[in-house]
């Protein structure tokens, strides 16, 4: 099977515009999160999607938001853009289903770096 | 909330060592999932093992083994025989039953002298 992948993989902006990042997930896989990272906040979860609907949300701004398609690949957008907006932005599917409340292994794309200026 | 603790930021052994990375969870659930990861230069999270909060029994694969203990929240790393192909940034992470949300530790790198 092929793996998650993301586009673009590199992207500088600047400041105030805004951005969308792209990501499919393994074929079956139906769950997608996003994660951040930063050099100076670590690893942190952005929010999960599941059957188009955001299942789980992290601590961030309202300027990130995502959505997911019915073909289980998602989006995410960030407006506005700011300096520490900079960021490997990484995705994650996983096979977990509804009214399955188990949790299932995460497999992580290659990542976007986001560079603002 | 849930928290996990790597306390090596940096280790650096010679190529054939061994060498443990430690990992210490915080939670107050009693159903929970840990994971390692790696992430080598190109940036890819790599899956390496799980571990679900019922089974305490260790695991080894290959060069590779685990020792998850819950009397210290601690899933500890253990990688057998060094290789320079093993240097990377590893990270454990941890998410309770049901949810997808993982909570990352910030990492150790660790770096194989050749």
């Known amino acids: 099977k092929a793996g998650v992948t993301q586009t673009p993989r590199y992207l500088i902006k600047t400041r105030g515009q805004q951005v969308t990042l792209s990501c499919s997930p393994i074929s079956g896989h139906r769950s997608v999160s996003w994660y951040q990272q930063t050099p100076g906040q670590g690893l942190q979860f952005l929010f999960e999607y599941f059957s188009e609907t955001q299942r789980n949300k992290g601590n961030f701004p309202g300027r990130f938001s995502g959505r997911q398609f019915s073909n289980s690949r998602s989006e995410m957008n960030v407006s506005t853009l700011e300096l520490g907006d900079s960021a490997l932005y990484l995705c994650a599917s996983s096979s977990a289903g509804t009214g399955w409340r188990g949790t299932d292994t995460q497999y992580f794309g290659p990542g976007t770096r986001l560079t603002v200026l | 909330a849930q928290k996990v603790t790597q306390a090596q930021t940096e280790i650096s052994v010679v190529e054939k060592e061994d060498v443990t990375l430690d990992c210490v969870y915080e939670?107050?659930?009693?159903?929970?999932?840990l994971f390692w990861y790696k992430q080598p230069p190109s940036g890819e999270l790599v899956f390496l093992i799980r571990?679900?909060?019922?089974?305490?029994q260790n695991e080894i694969s290959g060069r590779y083994s685990w020792n998850f203990q819950k009397s210290t929240s601690s899933f500890n790393f253990t990688i057998t025989a060094s290789q320079v192909v093993d240097s990377a940034v590893y990270f454990c992470?941890?998410?309770?039953?049901?949810?997808?949300?993982?909570?990352f530790g910030t990492g150790t790198r660790l770096t194989i002298i050749p």
């Open positions: 571990r679900n909060s019922f089974d305490e």
């Open positions: 939670t107050r659930d009693t159903t929970y999932y």
């Open positions: 992470a941890l998410t309770l039953f049901g949810n997808e949300k993982l909570t």
